[in-house]
Structures are given as structure tokens and as C-alpha cells.
């Protein structure tokens, strides 16, 4: 009779050129004894027939991976009740990674957990497994499964407890190396749910679970860094000043060709959060100000954004319906024909009832002077109709003052026709987006359509309009004639007599 130990493996991704495409945290782990099964004490185990431990020494003594695993597979094929099953499965999961079989090992991870169900070491492996099969293409069709297994198996491992003959300092060890990856598989079933809030939220708690903030700065954390980053641009809203934080923070410490890519995104969402429009040397490149968020996101200790992470945003830029009223006033004559619009209201208030629901008036056309009546006759089309559209009700009069009644050419792309109305996008918005913006009703039929798509122009008057959605609408129709190219006459030739 003779005291059996092991060795067990505490595994956090596995090593590059193995199982993993990247060099992640494979370590070994030096354990206690051996734990012995139910009935045994903690300073190990006893196999007393002597058959059995000749074929435990035989696959305990293997070298090579493989034939190592052969053996034990056999042990455990021939001693399925074994009191070394458990130390014998861990075994497995170690030769099989170490022969770089990772179907074979998730697969003794598994059995293992059926036999040990709190060993955080054969969780580990398998959600790191599982989560790495729920990525492989051929894996396409099952991937939320996989990801929903994997997370799953890494919510047990967070909770999991000590095994009763693990020493605390060994149990910490592997509690550490384990709990990031369990956060990190929890975070991309979360983002393949589209869960925002809680992807968030485990990306966070994986960057506070690294007992050394240089941790972070390594690839697989960096990576979830990143992930996060980009996780506070899919909030509704956004949180744009949080993105920027956690993308810088990965560019600082992220490889060619990724760092000038990460860096790329993290300057343009600090331009729109911070810079005004109108600032040349806040929107250059790099942005300025900039320098000092990569600073404070290049020191280590700076997981988190530290107070002094303060980028204050920019004032927001004119609503449409400033930009209709100032299409007015600073139209020649105008100044001062219509008031200016009422502030916006503040991020967070309740938003105004639906214009919508109760429709007001139309507001009566203001007194304009005839200088600022023929500057607005002669304003272009397409900023007629953004007055129209998204001017105040002031605005609006004033500018269909000048168009009401009045018979134009308007030229468009045809979305629909019937003989009676043509429905044509004008503006390069419409056009863009394919959706009608003027209606042409026909002072007779037409005897032929034009065709979806067609570029063609009528002669109609101003009839109505209707803001939400934006749409003019114009009576006695008519196509606008195209003239008929000249006929030159050839002079009849002479013919000399002879």
C-alpha cells in the first residue's frame, strides 16, 4: 500500500501553439496530496488492490501526453468507481491540454466536474473551451448556446466554494486566475444577447478582479478593455465620455496595427463629445487636449478614469430650427422679421407633448418688407423646404408667404405616379433616402406615367404643405414642355452645266 500525489493544473486559457491562438495564462499548479474520495482523509488516498495500482503507476509514469492520456483512459475504463477518479480525471485534462487536444480535454473537464462538481479548475477549463468553440465559424449555428453554457458554468465558478481538502492560499490562487476569464465569457454571452447594461457590467468587474492593475495591460484583459469601450457607445444614449476613457486606455498599451485603429476611434469620439464645430484646433489631428487623456490612460494604475478625467462636452450645435430662423433673418431685409426660437429644453426634462396629437393653427404670415419678401422669393428651393419642415410656426408663414399661390418649375426623381398626382423627392435628403417629399396634383390626367426613378420636371403651384412628414404639395400640374431641337434645312446643291 503506498500514499499517491499529484499535481494539478490551474488553468486560465491555455498556451500558445496548444489549444489557444494566443499566449494566454497557462500555468502549472503545484496542489497538495491527493484528496482522497468520500470516507478518505485529506492527507490522501490508499488503493489496495494491487492490480489496480499497477495500472495507475503504469499511466501515472507516462511521459508523452498522448500515451499518457491513452492510459489513463484505460484506468478509468477499467476502474470506473476508483478512489483516484477524481485525481486521475484532473490528470487527463492536464495530458490532453498538453497534447494540444481540446475537444478531448473540454471532454474530461466535463466528466470531471460530474465527479468533483465544485473543482474551479475543470470550470475554468470548460468555459474557456466552450467559449472558444462558440467563436469557431463551424460553430456559427450553435454559438448562443455554446456562449449560454459557458456562462452559465462561469456564474458556478464565481460562487463556487472551497473544496474542503484545498488549502485556502492554493484555492485563492486559482480564485484569482479564474474569476477574469468567468467575467470575461459572462460579458460575450451578454454581447451576443445584446445586453448592454450587463455586459457593461461584467467587462467592469473583470478589470476589478486583476489583484495587479498590470494585468490589465496585457492582451486578453486589454482586449475586454477595448470591449467595454466600445459597450458604452451601444448604451441608449450613449455614454460617450466612458468610451473614450476605456479606448484610449486600450490603445496606450495595445500592438500594431490595433493601436493606431483603437486610437483612430477613441480621437474621433473625443472630437464629437468635446470639440464645438467650430474649433480648428480641438477637431486637428491629433485633437488638442488629447495628449493628456493618453497620459493619464498610459499609467498602469489608471484601470478606471481617475478624477482627473474631465473632458467637459461641447456645446451642442444649433437644432434645425435655429438654422431655419437664421436662414431668414440673415437674409437681405429680414433682420428681425420673426423672433428667434425658445432655448431647447435641458438634457433631462420631460419631453413636450406630441405637436402631433393637437395640431395648432397655422400662424398668420407677419408683415414682411418687400426687400426681405423678394430675398426669400429667390432663396433656393431646398431651404424653403427645410423652413418649412423645421422652422418655428413663424418661420414657416413667412416663408409660405412668398411661395403660396406662386407657379415654379420643380424638378425631382419620381417615386410613385398615377394619371392624377406624382410623388417626386427633391431634396438631396429625399433623394438619398428614396421617400417623397413634393406633390404634384395634375390640372389634367396624364396619358403616360413616368417611371419610378426618372428624373423629370413639372410646372405646378403652391398649394399646401404638411411638416411632419415633410411634404409640399402643388396644384395644376403640368409637365414642363421640352422644346423640340431645331430643324436645319439643307440647301439644295448646284450642279455646274456643262
Request: hydrophobic fraction near 40%; charged fraction near 15%.
Amino acid at each position: 500500500m503506498k500514499k499517491l500525489a499529484y499535481a494539478s493544473v490551474a488553468l486560465i486559457g491555455v498556451c500558445c501553439g496548444t489549444i489557444a491562438s494566443s499566449c494566454a495564462f497557462a500555468q502549472s499548479y503545484d496542489g497538495q496530496s491527493a484528496q482522497g474520495g468520500a470516507g478518505n482523509s485529506c492527507a490522501g488516498i490508499t488503493i489496495k488492490d494491487a492490480a489496480e495500482y499497477n495500472a495507475y503507476a503504469n499511466a501515472t509514469s507516462q511521459s508523452a501526453p498522448a500515451a499518457k492520456a491513452e492510459a489513463i483512459e484505460a484506468f478509468l475504463q477499467q476502474y470506473p468507481n476508483s478512489v483516484a477518479k477524481t485525481e486521475m480525471l484532473q490528470d487527463l485534462m492536464g495530458a490532453y491540454q498538453a497534447a494540444g487536444n481540446a475537444p478531448k480535454m473540454l471532454d474530461a473537464a466535463k466528466r470531471l466536474l460530474q465527479a468533483d462538481p465544485n473543482n474551479m479548475r475543470a470550470m475554468l477549463a470548460v468555459v474557456y473551451l466552450e467559449n472558444m468553440q462558440a467563436n469557431q465559424p463551424a460553430n456559427a449555428a450553435n454559438k448562443q448556446s455554446l456562449l449560454d453554457d459557458a456562462a452559465a458554468e462561469a456564474l458556478k465558478g464565481l460562487n463556487a466554494p472551497k473544496e474542503p481538502c484545498m488549502a485556502q492560499t492554493d484555492y485563492d490562487n486559482v480564485k484569482n486566475l479564474a474569476t477574469p476569464t468567468f467575467y470575461s465569457v459572462i460579458a460575450a454571452d451578454d454581447t451576443a444577447k445584446k445586453d448592454v447594461k450587463d455586459e457593461i457590467d461584467a467587462y467592469t468587474k473583470e478589470l476589478q478582479s486583476y489583484k495587479d492593475p498590470a494585468q490589465t495591460t496585457q492582451p486578453a484583459a486589454l482586449l475586454d478593455t477595448y470591449y467595454l469601450g466600445n459597450a458604452y457607445l451601444n448604451l441608449d444614449p450613449k455614454d460617450i465620455k466612458s468610451a473614450i476613457w476605456f479606448l484610449t486606455r486600450a490603445a496606450q498599451f495595445a500592438q500594431p496595427p490595433y493601436k493606431s485603429q483603437i486610437e483612430t476611434a477613441a480621437e474621433y469620439w473625443y472630437k464629437k463629445y468635446h470639440c464645438p464645430q467650430n474649433d480648428a484646433a480641438c477637431n486637428a489631428t491629433p485633437p488638442q487636449g488629447f495628449a493628456e487623456i493618453q497620459a493619464l490612460a498610459a499609467t498602469p494604475a489608471n484601470v478606471f478614469p481617475p478624477a482627473s478625467y474631465n473632458p467637459t462636452p461641447a456645446p451642442p450645435p444649433p437644432s434645425p430650427a435655429d438654422l431655419a430662423h437664421s436662414a431668414i433673418v440673415t437674409s437681405a431685409g429680414c433682420t428681425g422679421v420673426t423672433p428667434a426660437p425658445p432655448p431647447a429644453a435641458p438634457a433631462g426634462a420631460a419631453p413636450a407633448a406630441d405637436a402631433a396629437a393637437a395640431p395648432a393653427a397655422p400662424a398668420a404670415a407677419p408683415s414682411v418688407p418687400p426687400a426681405c419678401s423678394d430675398s426669400l422669393k429667390n432663396m433656393a428651393l431646398g431651404d424653403k423646404e427645410f423652413i418649412l419642415s423645421n422652422g418655428t410656426a413663424a418661420d414657416q408663414a413667412v416663408i409660405w408667404s412668398v411661395m403660396s399661390g406662386v407657379t415654379a418649375e420643380v424638378p425631382g426623381t419620381v417615386i410613385s405616379a398615377t394619371p392624377d398626382a406624382v410623388q417626386l423627392a427633391v431634396s438631396p435628403d429625399a433623394q438619398q433616402s428614396s421617400t417623397a417629399d413634393f406633390t404634384i396634383n395634375m390640372k389634367t390626367p396624364l396619358k403616360e406615367l413616368p417611371t419610378n426613378g426618372t428624373k423629370v420636371t413639372y410646372i405646378a403651384t403652391f398649394d399646401s404643405y404638411t411638416q411632419k412628414p415633410p411634404m409640399i404639395i402643388l396644384k395644376d400640374g403640368a409637365p414642363k414642355a421640352v422644346p423640340k431641337p431645331p430643324v436645319h434645312h439643307t440647301a439644295p446643291a448646284h450642279r455646274p452645266t456643262h
